[in-house]
């Protein structure tokens, strides 16, 4: 089992860069798939981007791709998504997720979620 804990969340001007980070606890981080999601208010949780356990692969949502990038320190057991030339529509909770075998879009196949930061971009 594997508890997620993220932070660096805030508020920010449309432009701007912002990382977050999600500390596991547990030995066997190293073996899990990560993924980040986000979920604007009345709107389904949606996919932003996944790792694999080693880093090697890496996969992200159209709507983030070439701004977001996904990384991950096994040694410090955190997985860490820095978003840069943020957006007003990319205002929403973000959750980082695990997974021992999946490492895909879809929320419903990971097993383990943190509580979410808050991630607001102004105009």
């Known amino acids: 089992q594997v508890q997620l804990v993220e932070s660096g969340g805030g508020l920010v001007q449309a432009g701007d860069s912002l990382r977050l980070s999600c500390a596991a606890s547990g030995r066997t981080f190293s073996t899990y798939n990560m993924g980040w999601f986000r979920q604007a208010p009345g709107k389904e949780r949606r996919f932003v981007a996944s790792?694999?356990?080693?880093?090697?692969?890496?996969y992200y949502a159209d709507s983030v791709k070439g701004r977001f990038t996904i990384s991950r320190d096994n040694a410090k057991n955190t997985v860490y998504l820095q978003m840069s030339s943020l957006k007003p529509a990319d205002t929403a909770v973000y959750y980082c997720a695990a997974d021992n075998g999946y490492s895909g879009a879809s929320a419903l196949e990971y097993d383990y979620w943190g509580q979410g930061t808050q991630v607001t971009v102004s105009s």
């Open positions: 790792i694999s356990w080693n880093g090697g692969s890496t």
